[in-house]
């Protein structure tokens, strides 16, 4: 998933195979419209102008909006980049919590628990699920924004305030069977885009189920400096700290192997 500023005469590209992604139109001001972007899970990307802007200028676009950040911290297209340490650790972060029940495993649906934080500034924000995978949408919980509501496969947001957040549940077909007791739980493509390049995120994924129901197999990607796994006989988490376009996918098999 991908969360992007663009202008509002900017068309978004939209694949089929996505399970949900988030749009954005916003009336930012200046270089900001650029400039924010968030990424989380199942993302779409979306197209804008072409963009020249004088060295001076892309300092001031880096500086001013991810906070006190190096050239050397951004990932270019193609390129990913793990940070034991989050460079600006006051910027945006993901987190989902996701539960597989038994009904999950033949399904392929799981319930899904998502907050985004630390959100910029903008007049008007579009989060767009894929009806076709969404099942159901609930606004949880918002603070410094100034209205959020459903509408059809959207959540459109409007008046977001530096800082501000929303926390919204809903029921995705994420869980794809991939043998017999093997189940693979995508999270991705998740990234912060910037420009042509992508800014540092962190991302927090849980994932819960009934105790002794699943094991975790293995994880991609697998842990390394900014890559932190940990499991349990009821559930696991993966904790990442990157810039760059990410697929990441959790392996699980059955508890009573």
């Avoid at 699943?214 to 006989?233: E, F, H, I, K, R």
Wanted: proline share 6%; aromatic share 6%; net charge neutral.
């Amino acid at each position: 998933m991908e969360f992007r500023h663009v202008p509002l005469w900017t068309r978004p590209l939209v694949h089929d195979n996505a399970t949900h992604a988030i749009f954005m139109w916003s009336h930012c001001p200046g270089f900001q419209v650029f400039c924010q972007a968030t990424a989380l899970e199942n993302t779409m990307p979306i197209r804008h102008p072409a963009i020249t802007l004088a060295l001076s200028g892309m300092l001031c676009l880096l500086t001013g909006t991810a906070g006190a950040l190096d050239f050397s911290d951004l990932a270019m297209e193609g390129e990913l980049k793990f940070f034991s340490e989050r460079p600006d650790p006051q910027g945006y972060r993901y987190e989902s919590r996701a539960r597989i029940n038994r009904d999950s495993l033949n399904s392929g649906l799981v319930e899904l628990s998502t907050c985004h934080r630390v959100l910029d500034p903008n007049a008007r924000v579009v989060i767009a699920f894929n009806p076709q995978r969404v099942r159901h949408i609930s606004i949880m919980s918002t603070e410094g924004i100034g209205e959020a509501r459903v509408v059809d496969h959207r959540v459109e947001l409007s008046g977001v305030q530096r800082g501000g957040s929303i926390c919204i549940d809903l029921v995705s077909q994420a869980l794809e069977r991939t043998g017999e007791g093997r189940w693979r739980l995508h999270a991705g493509p998740l990234m912060r885009r910037y420009l042509d390049g992508y800014l540092p995120m962190q991302a927090s994924l849980s994932i819960q189920w009934p105790e002794g129901m699943l094991n975790l197999l293995d994880t991609s990607p697998g842990p390394q400096p900014g890559v932190q796994v940990a499991s349990s006989s009821s559930g696991a988490r993966l904790d990442l700290v990157f810039a760059g376009r990410m697929n990441a996918a959790l392996e699980l098999v059955s508890g009573a192997r």
